[in-house]
């Protein structure tokens, strides 16, 4: 062992203490393993449809360049195939201007690091995911201008925008108030209270001084007409000049970042923004100026899942998951109401109910579950023997006292499936409920 490494290992000492050393665990998902896996973000089942697997490598076949894109966009990573997705996403998006990244890491961390400025604010939910964080600490905005409030909490966010105007703001001000949300949240698998939030804001903040970022990584493609997400549904999409005759409804939402990792089934993403805005990313935004561009491979599989999101099989799928979710959901529901919360417990209910919107189901079901436990390793032990890959979540992806495992459903799950898991969870609890003397009679 070299110096640097025991000095390394003494380090990851103190996470193996506190229970919080990290390892790659390697899953065998495929059929044959006879494991379910409630890990995987694939919440259409895209990476197994049979459709979208013959007409990728049908158009394979049949494009000259398949591998990589051998630059970066400002170099030889520009080409029309990569061009062309963009205007895709500009059209079904309804966005003035979109910019693809190689990850919606690469986009929120360019986005939240380059475009504030050293006078503007931020003001974020706190659970909005490590890469706003991780892009809000490389960018020139002073901490004492960032400012966090309670997640999905309307009546915090107006006291964190009652104490900025205190410290700040005069009617000569022209700085930013960039503000960060995510439609679905990655952990506790909630919606946010959008349109609310945004009334909210709009009471403090004069609409030419605002601009809300909403990252829709985990209702890309799930949500909305045809996968189109959240935003677009209660028609916030925004980015337009005033007058823009592109523009519907209220457009109170100014950079959305849709992720390609999740239901989408492929990598990368694209950030839907003004003109300049996008025009200011390729200027400084330095994961995408020095970074290969996304490759053909990934272009092509992304043009192939968008026809299917635009067909039926999307909307089939899209369906599925909702009716699985609703499945869960009151199966879970009947499971806790038994269930003392010290031992597993979903989050609080939210604050507010969903936004009501054509496009959306009148209570959509999350595909998220974040089921809370203090034992989220030997919960997750315990599932895996019963054959469900089920992760646990512990600090810090999440705070102390907040541990738990993370149930994902993916459209292609049937309620057999979903059955098992209950069946799994409800052992777990019994045994963790009844008294050691009673267990060892039993053997
Ligand atoms: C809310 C949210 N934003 C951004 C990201 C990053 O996206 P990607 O996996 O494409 O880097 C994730 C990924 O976990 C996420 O959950």
Known sequence: MTELDRRLDSLLDGRREKKRFRSLKEYDTTPESGLADFSS??????????????????????????????????????????????????????SPAALLFNSGWDANVSFFATVPQPNDWVIYDELVHASVHSGVRASRIPIERRLPFNHNDPAHLEKVLKRMQNTASTSKDTSTVFVALESLYSMDGDFSPLPTLLDILENYIPRRRLCVVLDEAHSTGVYGQQGRGITYALGEEGGFDAGDQRRRGKGRVDVRLMTFG????????VLLCSPTVRSFLINFARPLIFSTALPHSTIIALECVWDILQNEEGDQRRQSLMSLAEYIHNRLDQLLSRTPPNILHLPPDPILPFPQATDLPAKPGSPILGLLTPTPHALSAFLLEKGFIVRPVVPPTVPPGAERVRIC?????????????????TEWVHQQTTPVADLRAKL
């Open 41 to 94: 973000n694939d919440y259409l089942s895209l990476t197994s449809s049979a459709s979208l697997r013959k007409a990728y490598l049908s158009k394979l076949e049949s494009t000259p360049s398949i591998f990589g894109s051998t630059g970066s966009r400002l170099l030889s990573g520009c080409t029309p195939s990569h061009s062309s997705l963009e205007k895709r996403f500009e059209r079904f998006f309804n």
């Open 409 to 425: 459903l993916r459209a292609g799950m049937d309620e057999k499936m979903i059955d098992g898991l209950i069946a799994a969870l």
């Open 262 to 269: 999740k239901a989408v089934g492929c990598s990368g993403a």
